[in-house]
């Protein structure tokens, strides 16, 4: 199974620190994110990686190289231009293959066990949602026996974590899409599962989110 790493963002609300590095390798506990998530794939066993970048993106694969150095395989999609979620994705699909694979922002931090989403795929889309955090109190689904809806009841939010099918982006064309109404033409149609990821997560995206992986870090230490 492989993964992509979505890396192409700005990360602009954590400027100053990312108008001369690419957020994914901004620092939490002196390892840049992205290196977490490296890491954690390693560890269960997805060792075959594509990232996608945009911004200061030679410098992502200056750090990271061809993966060797932290015990996986990586290849590169480099965007001219940012594609959105959705058209980052596609561009990428020559490199991911014809079998679901995993999908994980770059700009997030969790201690979620990657092996778990190592299952076969029913549907077009897994997704991992997690309680609401303080910045998105309405959530985004609703998560009923593993089945994902749209009420107003029990809603969580996305992870940023996901296993996809290609046939999610059949019918799409290449450009700069988002990956949210995809998610919600499979959702209508019953081929959108989830489940609720209740251990550790930050949507690093501001720099008191920043902190806040900090401060989880020092603790575990």
């Not at 939490?28 to 993106?57: C, M, Q, T």
Request: negative net charge.
């Amino acid at each position: 199974m492989k993964a992509m790493i979505l890396a192409a963002g700005k990360g602009e609300r954590l400027r100053p620190l990312t108008l001369h590095t690419p957020k994914p390798l901004v620092r939490a506990g002196g390892v840049p994110l992205i290196e977490y998530h490296i890491r954690a794939l390693a560890k269960a066993g997805i060792d075959e990686l594509v990232i996608n970048h945009a911004w200061l993106g030679e410098q992502i694969e200056a750090y990271l190289g061809d993966g060797r150095r932290l015990g996986v395989c990586i290849q590169y999609s480099a965007e001219g231009e940012p594609l959105e979620t959705g058209g980052g994705i596609h561009r990428a699909l020559p490199l991911l293959g014809a079998e679901p694979f995993i999908v994980v922002n770059g700009d997030i931090w969790t201690d979620y066990d990657f092996g778990a989403l190592k299952r076969p795929l029913e549907g077009l889309a897994h997704l991992v949602l997690v309680d609401n955090p303080a910045h998105n109190l309405k959530g985004d689904f609703s998560l009923i026996d593993g089945c994902i809806g749209d009420g107003d009841t029990a809603t969580l939010t996305y992870s940023g974590i996901a296993v996809l099918s290609p046939q999610l982006f059949s019918g799409c064309s290449a450009g700069a899409f988002k990956l949210a109404p995809l998610l919600r033409q499979a959702m209508a149609v019953g081929k959108l599962s989830g489940e609720h990821y209740r251990g550790r997560w930050i949507d690093v995206g501001t720099h008191e989110r920043l902190a806040e992986v900090e401060r989880t870090l020092e603790a575990q230490r």
